[in-house]
């Protein structure tokens, strides 16, 4: 299947490599299906199947936030399927601003990809020490 996309050229992808976000991304409900670019590189693309500009970039949270926790009960993620921790791929929203040292990731809404059944969603995590602008580079002294 060919995936056309504004970032990346024409992907190749097989039907095996698309993942059901049956609920969509927050503010994109309607998107269900999209594939992972690069998805062993510090930042992934989570790439809409059906539509050619959605793309969200992505970290694994451990990468920015060691000890990130999702704080959910497993019911939560039973559209995930058989939720198996080993399977699981937890990622961060990344924006870039105008500088990159002022990138932030959003603790309070991971992105969950089930490896084993190709499905995922994204969360709403009521923690108070999490935050929606996390910086991944601490900011510089006196700035």
């Known amino acids: ?43 992934s693309w989570l790439q809409a199947v059906d539509d050619a500009s959605l793309a969200f970039p992505l970290v694994q949270a451990p990468l920015v936030y060691p000890g990130y926790s999702l704080y959910v009960e497993n019911e939560l993620l039973e559209p995930l399927g058989e939720v198996d921790e080993a399977m699981m791929g937890i990622y961060l929203v990344l924006v870039v601003p105008g500088d990159p040292r002022n ?29 929606v602008r996390h910086r991944i580079m601490p900011a510089e002294k006196g700035a």
Not at 2 to 19: A, K, Y
Not at 111 to 123: A, C, D, E, T
């Open 1 to 43: 299947m060919l995936v056309r996309n504004t970032r990346f050229g024409d992907l190749d992808v097989s039907e095996e490599q698309i993942i059901t976000f049956p609920k969509g991304m927050i503010g994109f409900e309607r998107v269900e299906r999209y594939v992972l670019v690069n998805p062993t590189d510090k930042i």
């Open 103 to 131: 990138a932030t990731v959003n603790l309070k809404a991971p992105v969950v990809i089930s490896l084993k059944s190709r499905r995922g969603m994204q969360l709403l995590i009521d923690r108070p020490e999490y935050s």
